[in-house]
């Protein structure tokens, strides 16, 4: 079964502009989550999809965004980049079977680069 | 508060070596899991192990092995005879039946292994 894919790999962007960062789970996976990791704050949680509703979000500004469409593909969005938005942007994708946590497993992440 | 402390920064050891990653955790719920995962420097992170909060049972995995304590809220992992394929960071993270989407990492844990 192949595994979370992300698009694109790498990405170079300037100050105010704006960026969308793609992930297709794994097969059969409904819910979709994304993290930011800097060398400063580390992993933190962005916000979490599942059935194409926004279920969980962490605390983050509303320049980023996201939606999950209804094959389970997540994109998420980043309006008027900040040098701060640098960073590895990770998406995991679990089954989400009941109301447990399920693993989560990661995609390679987009890396993100302002100037 | 929900929070995973991982105070070891970085560790190095020679091959062949044991080494115990540390990881302490708070938190109010009762129901929880507890997760390990490792990234190498290609940026992905793989998932190692889960482990609810009502499973104290220790879990071995090869050269892997677990220790989960709720009375210390502690959850180590053991890697024995120490390769250098196992040099990444390893992370520790908590997630709540509350919140399932949402996994809160630690700041996570160097390791190098010398040859």
């Known amino acids: 079964k192949a595994g979370v894919t992300q698009t694109p790999r790498y990405l170079i962007k300037t100050r105010g502009q704006q960026v969308t960062l793609s992930c297709s789970p794994i097969?059969?996976?409904?819910?979709v989550s994304w993290y930011q990791q800097t060398p400063g704050q580390g992993l933190q949680f962005l916000f979490e999809?599942?059935?194409?509703?926004?279920?969980n979000k962490g605390n983050f500004p509303g320049r980023f965004s996201g939606r999950q469409f209804s094959n389970s593909r997540s994109e998420m969005n980043v309006s008027t980049l900040e040098l701060g938005d640098s960073a590895l942007y990770l998406c995991?994708?679990?089954?989400?079977?009941?109301?447990?946590?399920?693993?989560?497993?990661f995609g390679p992440g987009t890396r993100l680069t302002v100037l | 508060a929900q929070k995973v402390t991982q105070a070891q920064t970085e560790i190095s050891v020679v091959e062949k070596e044991d080494v115990t990653l540390d990881c302490v955790y708070e938190?109010?719920?009762?129901?929880?899991?507890l997760f390990w995962y490792k990234q190498p420097p290609s940026g992905e992170l793989v998932f190692l192990i889960r482990?609810?909060?009502?499973?104290?049972q220790n879990e071995i995995s090869g050269r892997y092995s677990w220790n989960f304590q709720k009375s210390t809220s502690s959850f180590n992992f053991t890697i024995t005879a120490s390769q250098v394929v196992d040099s990444a960071v390893y992370f520790c993270?908590?997630?709540?039946?509350?919140?399932?989407?949402?996994?809160?990492f630690g700041q996570g844990t160097t390791l190098q292994v010398k040859p």
């Open positions: 999809y599942f059935s194409e509703t926004q279920r």
């Open positions: 995991a994708s679990s089954l989400a079977r009941g109301a447990l946590p399920d693993t989560q497993y």
């Open positions: 097969s059969g996976h409904r819910s």
């Open positions: 993270a908590l997630s709540h039946s509350s919140n399932t989407g949402k996994l809160i």
């Open positions: 938190t109010r719920d009762t129901t929880y899991y």
């Open positions: 482990r609810n909060s009502f499973d104290e």
